[in-house]
């Protein structure tokens, strides 16, 4: 366990399905962010929360809405997503943005729409 | 995109030193330089980072040229468990991390 956790670690949903991805931490982090790595591409960077408010929106559609209730927990709530969404979703967290200790990864999920 | 230019692949045997090349020609002086690797299927795991000087954990070495246009992360002594893909980054800080595409280092016996 890195101190970050995700859940579930494995989905399949259909393209009408409505799912929630959860991330939480306790490092006392104050900066969350989410990724999508797609099978052989880079990480890309969706979303940027910084103490509760979203910083960054890397032009992410809108079927992919985030929630960060409090420094601790992130959700990224999922609609009507394309089988082209699957993807491993990873969410990490920081002391906070603009400074300069690395981030620490949760393991992921991995979500499958049929 | 990200600013970094890694080798797509290396290998490495065990017990040796793995040294993983970094070219950031375009780095702005403010900005550090990350290391991350993430084994397959996992989150990425935070390695190490620099700014100008050189820098030492328990994980790696990281070498920075003093030009900064370029670095070496060294694994003193690679273990299997070592296999994974190596990120090189460059950011002024941890706003946006931007990944490109590492360096696929294989460990063999």
Redesign the interface.
Known sequence: ETGVTQTPRHLVMGMTNKKSLKCEQHLGHNAMYWYKQSAKKPLELMFVYNFKEQTENNSVPSRFSPECPNSSHLFLHLHTLQPEDSALYLCASSPGTGQTDGYTFGSGTRLTVV | D?KTTQPPSMDCAEGRAANLPCNHSTISGNE?V?W?RQIH??????II?G?KNNETNEMASLIITEDRKSSTLILPHATLRDTAVYYCIVGY??????????TRLQVFP
Do not use: E, M, R, V
């Open positions: 990200a550090y990350y991350y299927s996992q989150g990425p795991q935070y980072h700014l800080n941890t706003d946006k991390l931007i990944f490109g595409t590492g």
